[in-house]
């Protein structure tokens, strides 16, 4: 039976991924991604995190239904053959804002880039990273010494914010996670909850012998100044669960996971 409604299938290009493609297509008609209603996705975490960034540059905003063929497939459902248009008829939509980095390089060039899970600021070399941290417009930490801090959504707190030892974020919550890498200064700081609605920058001290990278999920930005980040309303995402495997659920059970 075909699915209803105008979809578009995308697959990462694994050998599993592009077999499971193929087999969909015999059994349902698909449209091309600039007619679709809704994207079916293929692959794992890291390739649908490229699709909605892809997405979000081409300003081609769809639904998207993942299905795992990866590994850990956080942001995906299980991969099913049968039953997808029931699957797809009764999926529970969740809206998510991803944040925007805005940063400055040494040498001065601006650079903007979306992140749906992270924005982290990371040192390159050895040594240390000093950085000035602000929040609301007030410095909030004259001088973090670390390897690196995270600014995490809700959706992403699961990913690298929870592997720093960071807060997990329920859906819905609207709060932001400022979470250091191995702090050293101020030696009991652990990170912050803040609301959605904070605008979080971040001056880097000593930036030519302490180099900082900034990294919006995927993409990479070297030798910063300075990075602001801060929610972007303007352009929202909307990721399809099976009720059963949906993201509010499966976050709010990773907090009792021992």
Known sequence: MNIDGKYAIVASPTDEAQAAAEVLR???????????????????????????????????????????????????????????????????????????????????????????NEVSLLRETRQTAKLE??????????????????????????????????????????????????????????GAILPDSTEIAFRVLEPKKRPVSAVADQREVRDVATVNVCLDTSQTLSLMFDPEHALDERIYREQFIV
């Open 133 to 190: 941290v602000h929040a609301g417009g007030n410095i909030v930490i004259e001088e973090l010494v670390c390897d690196g801090v995270i600014v995490a959504t809700p959706a992403g707190s699961t990913a690298y914010n929870l592997s720093a030892r960071g807060p997990i974020l329920p859906m819905g919550s609207k709060m932001l996670a400022l979470t250091p890498i191995s702090p050293f200064r101020p030696r009991r700081w652990r």
């Open 26 to 116: 015999e059994q349902h008609d698909f449209v091309d991604l600039k007619e679709a209603e809704a994207v079916i996705v293929l692959g794992g975490d890291g390739f649908m995190l490229q699709m909605l960034h892809q997405m979000l540059a081409d300003r081609q905003i769809k639904p998207v239904f993942g299905m795992n063929l990866g590994t850990v497939g956080f942001l995906m459902n299980e991969w099913r053959v049968e039953g997808l248009g029931q699957r797809l008829g009764k999926a529970k939509t969740f809206t998510v804002a991803p944040l925007r980095m805005d940063a400055v390089t040494v040498d001065g060039d601006r650079i903007s880039s979306p992140a749906i």
